[in-house]
């Protein structure tokens, strides 16, 4: 399946693709603040490049269970300095914002691909998207940010997941988004139980029998570690490995990930074996 991203074509079907996670926030869960700094932000991202990363994935909010929304302005503030200064940097950067008003800044700025958390959230998102001829990232989320982890519930999770993004993929392309430039994601921990993320994992066929990339985002999750009893991020990197190994072995296209060169050599050992089992 193309992916297309502006300027940016991924074709090859073989290729699991690395997005790296750069948070340009004080306060997501993982490195809120290290990265917050224009000069430490870019220095991150040549880093993430150099360790693999097919994507670089910024965010100017941070949308970890009960964080609250950043106004658009804020966010442009925070984002635009890096995404100008890696512009010409041959990196592919994606932008992780449910605000058309981000979305447009950040395209006019260099960026080629926008990561919607909210699936098109604001209306006018699909309207920036497709004059940019960008690509887009669908993600599922009941709920928001705030509220998501309350008390998250399906009568069945994999059919209500699939059916959202198809909805959303539809709802994109009626925008005028051309197919070829959506994306998938399921929303691991995002509005889901351990339960809820454990069971898209291992069902993922029927999220990518969508007929677009499917990108999977499980990298340090809380999750993970309340199935390994842990509460520090930091020792969640190994079973977040695992998940989206499986994830790549049943056909995810795009891992994003805070962990790129462990990520990048677990996905050519993954997208082996898939190769194989299609062979």
């Not at 340009?24 to 993982?30: I, K, N």
């Amino acid at each position: 399946m193309i992916w297309r991203c502006r300027e940016r074509v991924f074709e090859d079907p073989s290729r699991v693709l690395v997005m790296g996670i750069l948070n340009v926030t004080p306060d997501s869960f993982s490195d809120g603040g290290r990265y917050f700094e224009p000069a430490a932000a870019i220095s991150r991202a040549h880093e993430l490049v150099e360790a693999g990363a097919d994507i670089l994935d910024l965010g100017g909010e941070s949308t970890r269970p009960g964080s609250a929304p950043v106004p658009a302005a804020e966010q442009v503030r925070r984002l635009l300095p890096v995404v100008q200064a890696l512009k010409g940097s041959g990196a592919c950067l994606s932008i992780d914002t449910a605000s058309a008003e981000v979305a447009h800044a950040t395209l006019d700025a260099g960026a080629h691909i926008i990561n919607d958390v909210t699936a098109l959230g604001d209306p006018a998102m699909a309207g920036v998207v497709a004059a940019a001829g960008a690509g887009l990232v669908l993600m599922h989320m009941q709920g928001t940010p705030a509220t998501m982890q309350q008390a998250p519930h399906y009568t069945d999770v994999i059919a209500e997941v699939r059916d959202f993004l198809a909805e959303r993929k539809g709802l994109a392309m009626a925008g005028g988004v051309a197919v070829e430039c959506v994306a998938l994601d399921p929303g691991l921990g995002f509005g889901k139980t351990l339960e809820h993320s454990i069971r898209l994992i291992a069902r993922l066929d029927e999220i990518i029998a969508l007929g677009r990339p499917v990108v999977m985002g499980a990298s340090r999750k809380s999750f993970l570690g309340r199935l390994l009893g842990n509460t520090d991020p930091h020792d969640r990197i190994e079973a977040g490995l695992a998940a989206i190994s499986i994830g790549a072995f049943l056909g995810a296209r795009a891992i994003r990930t805070h962990d790129v060169a462990a990520t990048h050599r677990a996905m050519r050992i993954a997208a082996a074996l898939a190769a194989e089992r299609r062979a």
